[in-house]
């Protein structure tokens, strides 16, 4: 079974792109550091309600990326942004392939993301509609893989970096904080949300701000581990967010970003998150 992942197209892309005439698609990519199986998550179980210190945590970091309005929180809920950067298309090699990746977000379970690599490879898109999910190879619509398998990934990444660095997902009512720590220069916290792994998260001390989540996702029953870092945060609209993020994939560099172009509309028409056409 093909894997989909809304982080790392790098099984995705090297699969789909990486075979030409004469070649065999092959059935499975291993990877190092992947345990097969289910199992429990490694970081935890979530106890049945926050810890108060944990969920102060999530409070100042709430009013640094706010400057002290939570209010503006709001606006997040609908958001649409452009980066520029590179994914990792091939298993070999460390060379990420140049591309933009426009991201159209409803919080909490509606997505529209596109990678527009510009050149040979065509476009690759994920739709999220709540509890499904579809994939497009530039027109080709990919029916090897779950929509619920799709949409599941979608919405632990994306709940990962796009929706925790607007902060969301420390006002959800349904999330549970806990393990609050310390370590050099930073706070980490554990946050579980429903139906996601657990996601360990790093506030720098100084400005209250996320700067990393580490979690440990299952992708067709393979556990992997995906650790986003969000730093040089500036402002847009009023939301103090990170203009470089960086993904790595069980300790590969798989996505590199920069240069966010940020709107934040009324509203997105919902017909753009339907399941798209074959």
């Not at 075979?19 to 291993?30: F, M, N, S």
């Not at 690599?117 to 990919?142: H, I």
């Not at 930073?186 to 506030?203: D, H």
Request: charged content about 25%.
């Amino acid at each position: 079974m093909r894997r989909s992942s809304l982080s790392g197209v790098i099984v995705l892309v090297a699969i789909v792109f990486g075979c030409g005439p004469g070649k065999e698609l092959p059935t499975e990519v291993v990877h190092p550091n992947e345990q097969s199986g289910p199992g429990a998550d490694p970081n935890g179980t979530p106890p049945a309600v926050s810890d108060p210190a944990a969920k102060a945590i999530l409070d100042r970091a709430i009013k640094s990326i706010t400057e002290n309005d939570p209010g503006r929180l709001a606006k997040g809920k609908v958001a649409k942004v452009t980066y520029q950067g590179g994914i990792k298309t091939a298993p070999q090699g460390s060379e990420l392939t140049k591309c933009s990746r426009t991201i159209e977000t409803i919080w909490p379970g509606f997505a529209l993301v596109t990678a527009d690599f510009k050149g040979d490879f065509p476009n690759v898109t994920f739709y999220l509609r709540e509890q499904q999910g579809w994939m497009k190879l530039g027109s080709q619509l990919d029916t090897a893989t779950s929509p619920i398998e799709v949409a599941r990934v979608m919405r632990d990444d994306l709940s990962a970096w796009h929706w925790l660095m607007l902060g969301l997902p420390f006002s959800d009512p349904n999330a549970v904080v806990f393990e609050p720590a310390k370590q050099a220069g930073a706070t980490i916290v554990k946050v579980a949300l429903p139906g996601r792994p657990i996601y360990v998260v790093t506030f720098d001390e100084v400005t209250g701000l996320p700067v990393k989540t580490d979690y440990r996702p299952l992708e067709n029953r393979v556990r992997v581990r995906k650790i986003f870092t969000m730093s040089e945060h500036k402002l847009a609209a009023g939301l103090l967010l990170p203009t470089k993020v960086e993904l790595t994939q069980n300790d590969v560099l798989v996505e590199r970003w920069s240069e966010p172009v940020w709107e934040f509309p009324e509203t997105i028409d919902p017909s753009r998150f339907e399941q798209p056409k074959q």
